[in-house]
């Protein structure tokens, strides 16, 4: 496997996110000769987002994707309710973007509830809902599987098959504006991992987020490695996705409290450059 | 779902660990009326093997599962015979017991692996390797998919699916000594669940663990909760097991050091007699 084309490296902003706000990460890829870039919505708010779609254009950033929809599972048929209408909100946001995708984390089980089947009939509805507005936005959603551990309080999606039974279910048709995100985090482990990228292909792979898994892993959420500091073999993956017709960036997202986010963020996205070129 | 026969109630001694050695938590079953056991094997070693068959067979208890066997994958060809040579003899001390399995935690990535197909051949060689021994003394293995988020250093087989097809590849005929055991922590996300207990049938399913998934959960290894505190729908896995042909003991099994391993083993052993009844 040859070393990936620098070009394909993006930021997934939350990996730089306790220092710089949206603004700055912009400013932080066209400095580092980062090509694309994923923000998160509540920073993308507090900039404004005609001000970053300027930012963004000024520098020729591809948005790859837009941090997060998704969160389908409520209580209560208000809740769904309201969580559809701010999918719509993020989708006219990821429009306003050019945004590749909108990035969807599932949501896990409603509050008081042991009934995962029944939260996952959540997540097929809530996708329902907003697929024709995604595909009049022109903005695809990427279902992205998270790993099992967070089943329970962020996404109840939380395998690549999983993920595609949904997307063959709800576009049975492959008429378009429906895919996955692979993040090889959550599904570094699968041992159906290989296959299930093949049979998405190119038409559903919409993303590709790259970090770490540490041994130790010493926090559920926020403890991932940067590429190289851990176990899964990312060029192995990325080779996966190239033979399935993915041809995307290569997003780093990495989200840690003890290390990376303590860290001068022109460090980490120098050391991203340094770790893509040699580990994924 | 009818309440379950407290009489198949079992203490996994994980769960007492930190404050009863294997002879007290023997007495302890005998005096709330749990009818089965599964000792570890650094206690079973302390109390020494002939005191515990004793004890075990004085008080009428069964032997639900020996903890444990596994951990075959090794970075060297001695390591990975110094592990078959160790399942050897927890099998013997199984067949001492009289235990009705050897429970199997497979063993993650050898250090410095990425490897992690090649973690599962070498399970799938280390379980091939002592089959025949488990057969003649008459000690099933029960393999045990553990959580994917300990796929890295502790089990690489991560799902029943996997855990099932390994058995059909090593014991292609049926000709029996191999199983699965299936610990609601480790398997209650999988959407493929169901349908896994079902394929997996009276014939392999050889244990049955309970504990619940406490959110949020604040520590990978030690966070589990007792039955009835977290999200896991223990009836609906139980009624899985039942309807597949399973009839044997529930057994209990909670790593807690930040609640149930600080109380005191005669309360959490009445709870679990408690949760049992009321919440399984």
Same mark, same amino acid.
């Given at each position: 496997?040859s070393?990936?084309?620098?070009?394909?490296?993006?930021?997934?902003?939350?990996?730089?996110?306790?220092?710089?706000?949206?603004?700055?990460?912009?400013?932080?890829?066209?400095?580092?000769?980062?090509?694309?870039?994923?923000?998160?919505?509540?920073?993308?708010?507090?900039?404004?987002?005609?001000?970053?779609?300027?930012?963004?254009?000024?520098?020729?950033?591809?948005?790859?994707?837009?941090?997060?929809?998704?969160?389908?599972?409520?209580a209560?048929? =208000?809740?769904?309710? /309201?969580? #559809?209408?701010?999918?719509?909100? %993020? $989708? +006219?946001?990821?429009? &306003? !973007?050019? *945004?590749?995708?909108?990035?969807?984390?599932?949501?896990?089980?409603?509050?008081?509830?042991?009934?995962?089947?029944?939260?996952?009939?959540q997540?097929?509805?809530?996708?329902?809902?907003?697929?024709?507005h995604?595909?009049?936005?022109?903005?695809?959603?990427?279902?992205?599987?998270?790993?099992?551990?967070? =089943?329970?309080?962020? /996404?109840? #999606?939380?395998?690549?098959?999983? %993920? $595609? +039974?949904?997307?063959? &279910? !709800?576009? *049975?048709?492959?008429?378009?504006g429906?895919g996955?995100?692979?993040?090889?985090?959550?599904?570094?482990?699968?041992?159906?991992?290989?296959?299930?990228?093949?049979?998405?292909?190119?038409a559903?792979?919409?993303?590709?987020?790259?970090?770490?898994?540490?041994?130790?892993?010493?926090?559920?959420?926020?403890?991932?490695?940067?590429?190289?500091?851990?176990?899964?073999?990312?060029?192995?993956?990325?080779?996966?996705?190239?033979?399935?017709?993915?041809?995307?960036?290569?997003?780093?997202?990495?989200?840690?409290?003890?290390?990376?986010?303590?860290?001068?963020?022109?460090?980490?996205?120098?050391?991203?450059?340094?770790?893509?070129?040699?580990?994924?």
């Amino acid at each position: 496997m040859s070393a990936p084309d620098p070009g394909l490296l993006a930021l997934n902003t939350a990996t730089t996110r306790k220092r710089w706000g949206l603004a700055q990460a912009i400013a932080g890829c066209a400095r580092h000769g980062v090509r694309g870039i994923a923000p998160w919505r509540d920073q993308l708010h507090e900039m404004g987002i005609e001000p970053a779609v300027q930012a963004i254009r000024g520098h020729g950033l591809t948005v790859t994707g837009l941090c997060r929809g998704g969160m389908f599972t409520a209580a209560d048929a =208000a809740g769904r309710k /309201a969580a #559809i209408e701010d999918n719509l909100r %993020a $989708l +006219d946001e990821a429009h &306003a !973007l050019g *945004a590749q995708c909108l990035v969807l984390v599932t949501g896990g089980l409603p509050t008081g509830s042991k009934d995962i089947a029944g939260a996952r009939e959540q997540v097929r509805d809530g996708i329902a809902a907003i697929l024709p507005h995604a595909r009049r936005a022109g903005v695809p959603l990427a279902i992205e599987p998270l790993h099992p551990m967070y =089943a329970a309080d962020r /996404a109840c #999606i939380n395998t690549l098959g999983q %993920a $595609l +039974d949904l997307c063959d &279910a !709800l576009d *049975a048709r492959s008429e378009g504006g429906l895919g996955v995100a692979v993040d090889v985090y959550h599904v570094w482990w699968d041992p159906n991992l290989e296959g299930q990228i093949e049979r998405a292909g190119k038409a559903r792979l919409l993303a590709f987020h790259i970090c770490d898994w540490l041994v130790p892993t010493r926090d559920l959420l926020n403890d991932r490695g940067m590429m190289g500091d851990g176990v899964i073999d990312l060029p192995r993956i990325r080779a996966w996705m190239q033979q399935a017709g993915y041809a995307g960036f290569h997003e780093v997202e990495i989200f840690s409290e003890l290390d990376w986010w303590r860290r001068d963020p022109d460090e980490v996205v120098e050391t991203s450059r340094e770790r893509h070129r040699r580990c994924c």
